[in-house]
């Protein structure tokens, strides 16, 4: 409990930040709605002959359409919230909180003292995932849930089930990033490595996302747009999702927690 309350007391100040950004951004392109459509049903075709990757095409053309308000808003939202929004912020965040718990502490000198106390290494990393996690995925399913809430101020709404569909896919992405993070964090001894070493393994794959014959190998192709684009309006049931896509990526993050587990275990913090 005292892991706990420790790990929440160092971050609770970072989350704070993140909701509060993710709801800004989220608030003014609520606002702006009306303003962005009128731009798109005026020059979609053109942003979309000039976007780098097939999914943004075929944004501008959802987003463009002129009798399909409500399959434009979805497809703003989407793009807004879930591609933008929680792929800048939440990634950024997942890096920040990973990079400032096990390596911070190493550097401290820190984790001597409490690997020497009676208390499993397993019950540290279970204790400090756990806030890491919270602290990541709430403020998401916060913000898009409110986008339901914050209906009269686009003037549209969307089903609250497929914006908790969204909050989940998008949830699981970045867990992704945060244990890989941590995974880093127990494998080198100092913030700066860390942060040198998932800086790189991000802008590469951002990198190689635009590149059209390596696209596919990207990670950024699970959290694109055309991931979010019937997630959204409610148009798929979350069974399907579950096993198309979902089952992966909790696959993936057990595994990555596993080897940081196993990691954590044998490794010298001192």
């Not at 909701?19 to 979609?44: D, H, N, T």
């Not at 390596?103 to 000198?109: C, D, M, Q, S």
Request: contains cysteine.
């Amino acid at each position: 409990m005292q892991i706990v309350k420790k790990t929440w007391k160092e971050m609770r100040a970072l989350t704070l930040l993140y909701l509060m950004l993710l709801s800004l951004l989220l608030f003014l392109a609520l606002i702006y709605w009306p303003e962005s459509r009128e731009i798109f049903v005026k020059k979609g075709k053109l942003y979309s002959a000039i976007a780098p990757t097939d999914s943004l095409k075929k944004f501008f053309w959802d987003v463009a359409a002129p009798y399909a308000e409500k399959a434009a808003y979805a497809a703003y939202v989407a793009i807004q919230h879930f591609y933008k929004g929680i792929n800048i912020v939440g990634i950024a965040t997942a890096v920040l909180l990973g990079t400032g718990t096990i390596a911070k502490e190493r550097e401290r000198g820190s984790f001597e003292f409490l690997t020497s106390r009676p208390i499993s290494r397993d019950k540290i990393l279970f204790s400090i995932t756990g806030v890491l996690t919270l602290c990541l995925i709430v403020p998401i399913f916060i913000t898009s849930m409110a986008i339901a809430w914050l209906a009269p101020i686009s003037g549209q709404s969307l089903p609250l089930h497929g914006l908790v569909h969204g909050a989940i896919h998008s949830s699981l992405f970045v867990e992704l990033i945060l244990l890989l993070t941590l995974f880093f964090s127990v494998l080198m001894k100092t913030q700066v490595q860390v942060a040198t070493s998932i800086g790189a393994f991000v802008i590469f794959q951002v990198g190689i996302f635009f590149i059209t014959g390596v696209r596919k190998v990207s990670l950024f192709k699970l959290t694109d747009y055309e991931a979010y684009q019937a997630m959204i309006p409610g148009n798929v049931e979350y069974s399907r999702l579950f096993w198309s896509t979902h089952i992966w990526l909790i696959l993936a993050n057990l595994a990555l927690f596993v080897a940081t587990l196993l990691l954590f275990r044998k490794r010298d913090l001192g």
